[in-house]
């Protein structure tokens, strides 16, 4: 059984960096592209970032392009997201996800079918 565990999430100023982690366990995830979401209360869960798994074409939500770069590492099973210039709307749950279509070159918003517990990222003004 497949668990997918993030970490690094935390409190941290506006203007500040955080980097998610995303360790998968149980079975290798390296050939399944993976995605970050975040949910606030009350919103539905959003596509945050998304990478294909060579690493190839990522894709990003407008709010968060330019400040969060979305990387993988096959060999350690784990995905990472550094998050920088943090703003007060950048505050979620932040979960990671495995799109289970082995060897997809694309991204997709949808269709994840493995999800992490969540990190809480809080982002203070």
């Known amino acids: 059984q497949v668990q997918l565990v993030e970490s690094g999430g935390g409190l941290v100023q506006a203007g500040g960096s955080l980097r998610l982690s995303c360790a998968a366990s149980?079975?290798?995830?390296?050939?399944?592209?993976m995605a970050w979401f975040r949910q606030t209360p009350g919103k539905e869960r959003e596509f945050v970032a998304g990478?294909?798994?060579?690493?190839?074409?990522?894709k990003y939500a407008d709010s968060v392009k330019g400040r969060f770069t979305i990387s993988r590492d096959n060999a350690k099973n784990t995905v990472y997201l550094q998050m920088n210039s943090l703003k007060p709307e950048d505050t979620a749950v932040y979960y990671c996800?495995?799109?289970?279509?082995?060897?997809?070159?694309?991204?997709?918003?949808?269709?994840?079918?493995?999800w992490g517990q969540g990190t809480q990222v809080t982002v203070s003004s």
């Open positions: 996800a495995v799109d289970l279509s082995p060897y997809r070159s694309d991204v997709r918003l949808t269709e994840y079918e493995l």
């Open positions: 149980g079975r290798t995830v390296s050939s399944y592209p």
């Open positions: 990478i294909p798994w060579n690493g190839g074409s990522r």
